[in-house]
């Protein structure tokens, strides 16, 4: 029979064979001659060729991190997303944080590797998360890294980039305005992550003691304040507002700081200056908070170097420490300075942000540094003092239920002698439910106290009495040698 005569299968097969050997022997040879990187370059750079070339698809990467900070068109997405669940989403991530709530709402959010697809205008945009292992050979490190891919067609990129990614934004930014879960975060400073869980404090203006006019000033410094970002652009300020409350123990500054939050909706960013190594990890430490927040630092009096002028030296250590991170090993448990810290205040760096509250609580402003409260350092000191009876009006009012007693005139007036703070009133005033037990007890509560206190005012009288009589005595010893030895 004549013409083309086919292989057999065992030609074929044994055709295969040789071709695989072959295309492992070259292999080998190249994974043995060229180094692993510049492999990985050349097929990165072949797919990116075949791709841009073949491919009528564009691709957009959202990246977690933008220049070492967080990437807010990241988060924007992140915010996103979750409320373009589809009918061809495959999975989703769901939960809360919420420790103190079982039953709380679940929340959804974008699970890795999961395909979500909007539509905008007519455009189609595809979704996916992706993330990697981070590699752990930097000091700071974030454990993985994620970011969005987006794809849509090339023609459609301007679009994308002039109307969908704004669009993004301004909906993600309404989301965060109208949130209704607040966090409160701490500092991981073995992890180098702000740790969150939810705040839910019951805390509000309407439930703080204090003097009507004071609370009132406050709630309408705040109001002005986030209405302001058009007059803090025009005057050339960082969009921030400084607190400082101050005053004993007990007088509602923390209570403060959590009825501000509740009355914005910030979220609080509550940071232990004595567990920051240096003014290094404390720049990390605050870029890496997000607008509309509180930052609190509470006792700064007790942050030692913070409240310390620093010296030349230091100052020079911290720029090395930047462009050497093993010099910043070195010299890591410097902790923070004072002039780290006002860098954040009203420094340069204190217009990374938008839309902040610093707030520094203290029992001793005398101990601050005065650069601290230099006028425009912090622009508003509050002192925050004893029960008045305004404020104890109030708390008998939230903890009784009552607006008036005959008690009340004689609590007012023994409060007018003896200091008692809003916590040791609302300490007395949960003692029972039966307001004239309760008032009562507040009653004995002052009067004690009273005696407590003239009983040390009295042992400090009796003190100096004593020293004043030994330094009598020791004089006329003196006195004594004197004529002894004159004779
Ligand atoms: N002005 C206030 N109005 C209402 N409740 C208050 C007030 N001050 C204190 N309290 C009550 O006392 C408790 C303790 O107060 P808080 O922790 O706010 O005081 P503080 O001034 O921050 O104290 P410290 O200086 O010790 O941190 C609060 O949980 C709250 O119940």
Redo the contacts with the bound molecule.
Sequence with gaps: MGGLQLPTMSTLLSLYASLSAVAMIVRTILNDMIPESIREFISWKASDFFSSYFSRDFTFLIEDHWEAVDNETFRAVQAYLPTKVGPDTGCLLLGHNDNNNLLAAAQTGVSVYTRIVDHFQGMKLEWTLNEKEESKNSHYYTPKKQWFQLRCKRSDRDRVFDGYIPHICRTAEEIFKDREILSIYTYNREEFYWESTVFKHP?TFE????EPEQKQGIIDDLDLFVRRKEYFRTVGRAWKRGYL?W????????????AIANHLRFHIYDLQLQGIRSDFELRRVLTATTNRSILLI??VDCSSNSTKPRSVDETLNDDEDENHPDEKKRSSDKGVTLSGLLNFIDGLWSSCGDERIIIF???HKEKLDPALLRPGRMDVHLY?GH?TAA?FK??AG?YLGIQDHVIFKRIEDLMLKIPA???????QLMVSGKPEVALNGLVQFLKEKGIEIEKSEGKEELSSKKLWSLMRKWKNKKKRMRLVAEE
């Design positions: 805390a439930t703080l003691a204090m409350l005053g004993p123990p007990g007088t509602g500054k923390s209570t403060l700081v959590a509470e006792d609580t203290t029992n925050m029960c404020g109030l708390l939230k703070t809003p916590a040791e009133v609302a300490q």
